[in-house]
């Protein structure tokens, strides 16, 4: 099968940053020319005059299975949040209330051009996530939630650690690779707080052994820091550092509070750092180092974190509050919208290890991208902004007019191709429903 997006003005996100006004075909799963004028046959053809083409928007850090969860954990700071509402709701989901969690989640940002994710799952059920991710067509990088001790934690969330590895391990055989390598699998410890030395360990252990990633937070709030240093005696960073878990293969949550001997870390290390900026001022966590980080020479990518500790998932709302919240302390350049873009995409890609096959618009690269319109209002005149302050200061998930991840038209004229947009609005309501009932919330 063949598709042919016409007519628009490709963000191509290459080496060289080019800005063309050409057509993309697409054969298969792959990117086959950038062109003008293209005489190609095809059996979808999308017009896109007067529209951006762009790479899909990859987010490094969300949470599909707290989808369900969106505006009930308001107003709270992490610990709080987690023990007195996320921790008691993920206990209580089931089988069904997970699965159409993670639907509603994609469907949330596939129709906002994000293509491709990094997920932290929970600790039950987590094939269901793998199911729904399947169905949607997104791009998945995730894994089981590994917890086996913590405050506060309820049972239902307390593995035994090598229970929980096995689980980890036999879903890595059953999903990692499916779709060709649409969907991957990675270790998810939750954080420092709530896993044992023996779990980071034996994570850090199989993980070096097999190439497996592993996605975790660290130093989001100052207590959880605080939490660390009296439990591990040394900060966040260092104790990962020490477990050897710090490198290409990690990508990392947060990492607002970091002393200068963790950044010279996460740098050198070239650990992948993901900054959530509508989580992290929602909870009162604090603002990420991310000018000072870059100019070390880190990795930082851009995610939305989950849907009760930012209400949106929207990658457009992420980029222009990444831009905005550090130039009152930085100055008005200190985050150019060409620089957060990259967060966005081919910095993305490069924390999923799949930078030579996503992140921008080149000939054989996998076809994931988003149609963006110049149509409404808040780009008037499209004439007056450069591309990446489209994109950056003025665009919205609403823009998003199709998506397409691995060659395949998952989002069209605002219609979700993949996803049963009715089913999903419906088991949604009755799923809340039970896991509120279980949990008494």
Known sequence: MALLIKNGLVVTMNRHREVLQADVYIEGNRIAA?????KRKAETIIDAGGKLVIPGLIQ???????????GMADDMELLDWLMQRIWPLEASHDEESLYYSA??????LLRGGTTSIIDMGTVNHTAMIFQAVEQAGIRYL?????????????????????????????????????????IRYCFCPRFAVSCSDQLLKEV????????????THASENRSEIRLVEEQRGMPNVVYLDRLGLT??????????????TEKDILAQSGTHIAHCPGSNLKLASGIAPVPELLGRGARVSLGADGAPCNNLMSMFNEMRLAALI??????????????????ATINGACAMGLAD???????????????????????????????????VYQATASDVEATVVDGQLVMQNGQLLTIPEVEVRQNTARSLKRVRQRCGL
């Open 357 to 391: 096959e996503i992140g921008s618009l080149e000939v054989g690269k996998k076809a994931d991208l988003a149609v963006v319109s110049l149509a409404p209002w808040h780009h008037c005149p499209p004439q007056g902004a450069g591309v990446y302050s489209h994109l």
């Open 103 to 108: 639907l509603l989640g994609c469907a949330e």
């Open 34 to 38: 950038i062109e003008p004028n293209s």
């Open 60 to 70: 490094t850090h969300v949470h599909l299975c707290q989808a369900l969860f969106r």
């Open 204 to 215: 850090a252990r199989i993980s070096a052994r097999e190439n497996i990633p592993v996605h």
């Open 247 to 260: 490198g290409p293969n990690l990508i990392l949550a947060h990492c607002i509070h970091l002393k200068d």
């Open 142 to 182: 995730g894994g089981k939630c590994l917890m086996d001790s913590g405050q506060d934690v309820p049972p239902a969330l307390i593995d035994e650690p090598q229970a929980a590895i096995d689980e980890s391990l036999a879903l890595y055989q059953d999903w990692n690779g499916r779709h060709d390598n649409r």
């Open 326 to 343: 550090q130039k009152p302390f930085h100055g008005p350049r200190a985050m150019p919208a060409e620089t957060v873009f990259a967060m």
